[in-house]
Structures are given as structure tokens and as C-alpha cells.
């Protein structure tokens, strides 16, 4: 998986008619900055308005995936984050002019084609994944749905589907490498059975289906008269039943081509915890409710593990390591008191302090019980601060970060020998004239230990 944020290089539209609203509707992704998320905006109604893709949104679940907030609704989004998913893309605006992505061809494949046109483009910030460290289990009894998520450094998804149907029998379908996406499982195309298809149509829904973006299961026997009123509905001058029970002799792309639709919605509709995965799941006969109502259960316990600490992996590449630090800030040892970048965005910025016995201070900074001193603390975090102010000019080198306020700090617990201090710095208002104002934040493990209101301001050197 991916360490990093991404988004995509630059715009592409992709245009076609929604399966269940026939609305045709122009859908332009665009790239957003890192820690954007994906987000879709409706440019047919007034004031555009923008809803996340988020599962605290989701308002209907009748055979797709539809979210709202803001004014703005978004019919059956899972094959698009499914999409943006496979692809590990974590910033995107998606500007829609209709009520509902075009259904294409009933997969993702053809969104994933349109992003590859352009290319996706690596950001200088570090994914935030939800990471499962106990398994979570969601169960519906009356729709027999089981879905499980396992610890796992990874991010796997098997599917089990049985529809009782001498058509379809039991099938399973697995991924088990994200970059497997677009080959394994991004070609599924949606599918019903045939005695659901009158119900769809009655309930408004399938507007824009067709025989080429999805798979029709016929499980009973066809009258001829039934073939002329499905071929009517379809606006085809004729509908055949091949003999293993595909309506209108469609070639199936996978064996386990349903097995494998229904991961790829489990994978979009995972999409809208807002995270990208760090977990094994696990499903049986899954639907869009049921993925939706565990979305929601992860969702939950990711939000009560929360720390506002920033997430740090010794194992990971930093953003910025101590040699491309010395050639930004003009400190040097023994004043120099950050050792990697871990996270920069327009807004935020984290670093981390490595504190060691062999510190110049700890020799006269009570030897007998070194403690890291505050005012220290504080010159760390504006060291931290200054390369977010300096991240805002093209040419950081020729200038320099100086420290002209302080405020609301406190210390809240000692900071010793060994500790592993992790900065957060971010922005409370615009910079203006080169002057920042920030809250900075200091943690040993998810401990906050120091914090302070700053003011920086950098100037051009002579």
C-alpha cells in the first residue's frame, strides 16, 4: 500500500446516463490538496453545493449508495470509490453535474481507464489509514449477513455470495493486494435477477439500465411473450436466454463475475469511513445496507481511538529528512532541534524530536533528573512552525523564519531522555505578509505534553 497522500495530475470528465435515475450527467475529477478527502459537488444546482463522502450522509441504500448533506445528493457513488480506491487515490473533488455518476459499463473500469489518462501524483503528506487493532463484527441475523474485520497490515477483502439460485450457486472472490484492483476485480459488472428487474422498474429505480452495463441472472423459465415484453422494456429488437442463464447472451467477464461485483461494492462502500483500510475483512453476503451499517460500526471505533496526535511510523521515508531540514532552516547543532518532517500540507505541519541523554542541555539542566526544558520544547515547535511558513514561498532557502509570539502555553508533563517527541503545527488564520499565526501541539506517544499559540513571520534574506 501506498505510504503517501495522493490526488490525480489534472481534470478528466467522464460523461454517460445514471442506472437507476437515466439522468445523463458530465462527471469531471479533479485534483485537491492533501488531507481534502473525496468529496463530490453538484455544479446543476445553485451555490454548487459539496457533500464528503462520508457514511454519516448516506440516505438511501435502494440498490446503490446514495449520500446528501448540504443540499447536495449523490446517487450510487460505490463504483466510482471503488475506483478511486483500487487506485489509492486519497484527494479528489468530483464535480458532477447530475444526480448520479454515469453507470458506464456497470464496473469501475472505465473510471479507473479516465484517471490513468491523467495520472495520479504523489503529495507531501502521509496517509492517516484506519487501522484495525481488534476485530470488529457486524451481523445481521434476518438478512443472514456476516461481515468481519481482522487485524492485518494490509488491506484484504473476501467476499462470499450464496443466492440459493441454480445459476449462481455459491461463488467467493478475494483481493488480496490493493494494486490487484484494477485487474482482478475493477471489470465486475453490477447484476440482478430477472424477477427483480419488474420491482426495479416499478419502484422508479433503473432508469438507465441496459443490457450492456449489467449482468441480467434469469433462474426460472422465460415465456417468449416475457423475452418481447424484456426486449420492449430494453428497447432491443430482440432478448435471448443463453442456457446457463445470462439474458441476451451476455459473456460473462470473471466465472465469480458477481461474487466479484459485490467486493468491489464492499470496497466503495468502505470508501466512505473516509480512511484508507489497514484490515482484513471479511463478508458474507454483503449488500449495500450491510456495508454501509459496518462502515458506520468502524467508523465509530475508529473515532473513539482517536488521538490528535500525529500518527508516526519509524519505518516510513519522512517528508523532509534532517539534510533536507538543514538546507531550509538556518539552525544548526546545537540549536537545531527537529530531526524529520513527517507530514506538510498548506496547513499543517509534524516533525519529530528524538531527545537522547547526549543532549548539550541535560548537562546542566538538572543532571541528577534530566527533565527537557520547556522553553526548549517551545523552540522545537517553532523550528517545526517555521517550515510551514517557509513552505509557502518556492524559494525557502533565501529566507528566514523568526519566532514573534507566544501565547496560552503550557506544559503538561516532563519530557526526559528517550522520549520521542512528535510536533503538530496548524494554522489558525491565513498567512499575510509573511506572518503566521499557529497552535502548536507536543506528544510523547498519544500524550499531549506541551502546547502553545504562536506567531512567526519570515523574511527575505539580505
Known amino acids: 500500500m501506498k505510504t503517501k497522500q495522493h490526488t490525480i495530475k489534472e481534470p478528466v470528465t467522464v460523461s454517460g446516463v445514471g442506472l437507476h435515475t437515466g439522468v445523463t450527467a458530465n462527471m469531471t475529477f479533479t485534483p485537491a490538496p492533501a488531507n481534502h478527502g473525496i468529496k463530490f459537488q453538484r455544479t446543476d444546482l445553485p451555490d454548487e453545493p459539496i457533500v464528503d463522502a462520508d457514511v454519516d450522509y448516506v440516505v438511501d441504500l435502494s440498490r446503490g449508495t446514495t449520500i446528501e448533506h448540504n443540499g447536495a445528493r449523490v446517487n450510487t457513488v460505490e463504483h466510482t470509490l471503488a475506483a478511486l480506491v483500487g487506485l489509492e487515490i486519497d484527494n479528489v473533488l468530483i464535480k458532477i453535474d447530475g444526480p448520479e455518476p454515469p453507470i458506464l459499463d456497470g464496473s469501475s473500469s472505465m473510471f479507473i481507464d479516465a484517471i490513468e489518462q491523467v495520472g495520479t501524483e504523489e503529495q507531501n503528506a502521509l496517509r492517516n489509514f484506519l487501522e484495525v487493532n481488534e476485530s470488529i463484527m457486524y451481523r445481521d441475523k434476518d438478512r443472514d449477513v456476516e461481515i468481519a474485520a481482522l487485524p492485518l497490515d494490509d488491506f484484504r477483502v473476501t467476499v462470499m455470495v450464496d443466492y440459493n439460485s441454480p445459476v449462481l450457486g455459491s461463488q467467493h472472490a478475494s483481493l488480496n493486494d490493493i494494486s490487484d484492483f484494477k485487474r482482478e476485480i475493477a471489470s465486475s459488472r453490477t447484476f440482478c435477477f430477472l424477477h427483480e428487474l419488474e420491482m426495479l422498474h416499478k419502484n422508479g429505480l433503473v432508469k438507465g439500465g441496459d443490457l450492456n452495463n449489467a449482468i441480467v441472472v434469469v433462474d426460472r423459465v422465460v415465456k417468449d411473450e416475457e423475452l418481447e415484453s424484456l426486449a420492449s422494456l430494453f428497447g432491443k429488437p ?13 459473456e460473462l467477464r470473471h466465472r465469480n463475475e458477481p461474487a466479484r461485483h459485490k467486493l468491489l461494492d464492499v470496497v466503495g462502500d468502505l470508501a466512505l469511513v473516509g480512511r484508507p483500510i489497514k484490515g482484513q475483512i471479511l463478508a458474507a453476503r454483503p449488500g449495500h445496507a450491510a456495508n454501509v451499517a459496518f462502515a458506520k460500526k468502524l467508523k465509530k471505533a475508529m473515532l473513539a481511538n482517536k488521538s490528535t ?40 505541519v509534524a516533525g519529530i ?19 527537557m526544558p520547556g522553553v526548549l520544547q517551545v523552540e522545537a515547535m517553532a523550528q517545526i512552525g517555521g517550515i510551514l511558513v517557509l513552505n509557502t514561498v518556492p524559494d525557502p532557502e533565501n529566507y528566514t523564519p ?7 502555553c503550557k506544559f503538561r508533563k516532563m519530557v526526559i531522555p528517550g522520549d520521542t517527541i512528535k510536533f503538530k503545527c496548524e494554522l489558525t488564520a491565513p498567512i499575510k505578509r509573511g506572518i503566521a499565526q499557529m497552535s502548536g501541539y507536543a506528544y510523547v506517544g498519544n500524550t499531549l505534553v506541551c502546547e502553545a499559540s504562536m506567531t512567526a513571520r519570515i523574511v527575505r534574506n539580505p
Open 238 to 250: 430482440k432478448v435471448e436466454v443463453k442456457k446457463e442463464g445470462i439474458l441476451n447472451n451476455i
Open 309 to 348: 496526535a500525529p500518527q508516526y511510523d519509524p519505518n516510513l521515508a519522512p517528508v523532509m529528512d534532517i539534510n533536507q531540514i538543514t538546507q531550509i532552516l538556518p539552525h544548526r547543532y546545537p540549536f537545531l532541534l527537529i530531526d524529520k518532517i513527517i507530514h506538510l500540507d498548506d496547513t499543517t
Open 353 to 371: 524530536k528524538n531527545v537522547t541523554m547526549n543532549e548539550p542541555f541535560f548537562t546542566g539542566h538538572f543532571p541528577g533528573n534530566p527533565v
Open 402 to 408: 523568526y519566532f514573534l509570539g507566544i501565547d496560552k
